[in-house]
């Protein structure tokens, strides 16, 4: 059964057509959480103006002023909360968030910049990587965000079949694997398979109708279903942290071998 605790849900989205599928995807995501009591918040990053660039512009008060040096300023910035306005609004709805949902149409085999340049900037040294000063001790299960659910809202413009086991653009979690495992899981949220919708310049009315109750069903199970099982850093599967010990998966190299059969 569907969890019925209220919880806070934080929907990024990145598409400038209102009309959009992505868009349309956000609206039922929006109606669907707040009947099952959860407070929803949405960062619309074409709406808001979202700066997708990281420069020397995201730090007022310089730790070096000769030299630039991304980690070292973003730690520096977070720490003393010498952050911009608004990466800490984002980062202020990211820590009051129960689960984070990114919605946005895959462009290049990937996400638009702009959605790209919110985690750039919002993922500080800190918080989502060099957790708690200690490097890459609290990474990939761990981390300023375990405890979060995270999942991706994709729409597509090819078929599935391109995207299936042996379709020519490759399988679609592991397009989005950096995303997943890296932005997403790194950090320490449980993340779920992503939500997909193919054909997404085509579709017509029956099919939406279809797409709208699948949304709606992956919606309902958002804090129940079972997260994408990837192997955790701390887990015993890495015994220095870095390579999969000899006796996990002997022979399987590859994305496959870092995701739990």
Request: without cysteine.
């Amino acid at each position: 059964m569907p969890s019925t605790t209220s919880k806070n849900v934080l929907l990024v989205h990145a598409h400038p057509e209102p009309t959009s599928a992505t868009r349309h995807l956000v609206q039922v995501a929006i109606h669907t959480m707040e009947a099952q009591g959860h407070t929803v918040t949405q960062s619309d990053l074409y709406g808001i103006g979202w700066k997708a660039v990281f420069d020397q512009d995201d730090f007022l008060i310089r730790a070096n002023p000769e030299r630039l040096a991304f980690i070292d300023e973003s730690g520096h910035a977070y720490a003393t909360g010498s952050q911009t306005p608004d990466v800490e609004r984002e980062q202020a709805k990211l820590a009051a968030a129960d689960a984070v949902i990114l919605l946005f149409p895959l462009w290049w085999f990937g996400m638009p910049a702009i959605m790209k340049g919110w985690i750039d900037r919002v993922w500080a040294f800190g918080l989502a990587y060099g957790y708690q000063g200690a490097g890459n001790t609290y990474r990939y299960g761990e981390g300023g965000l375990a405890g979060k659910r995270a999942m991706l809202a994709v729409t597509v413009g090819g078929p599935a079949i391109d995207y299936g086991p042996r379709g020519i653009n490759g399988p679609l979690e592991q397009l989005l694997f950096p995303i997943t495992h890296g932005s997403l899981f790194f950090p320490g949220m449980q993340v779920l398979p992503t939500f997909a919708v193919y054909d997404a310049v085509r579709i017509d009315a029956g099919r939406m109708a279809l797409i709208e109750s699948d949304w709606q069903t992956r919606l309902q199970d958002l804090f129940d279903s079972a997260p994408i099982a990837f192997r955790t850093q701390n887990g015993g599967d890495y015994p220095d942290r870095h390579v999969l010990a000899d006796d996990v998966v002997p022979g399987v190299f590859g994305l496959d071998a870092h995701i739990k059969a």
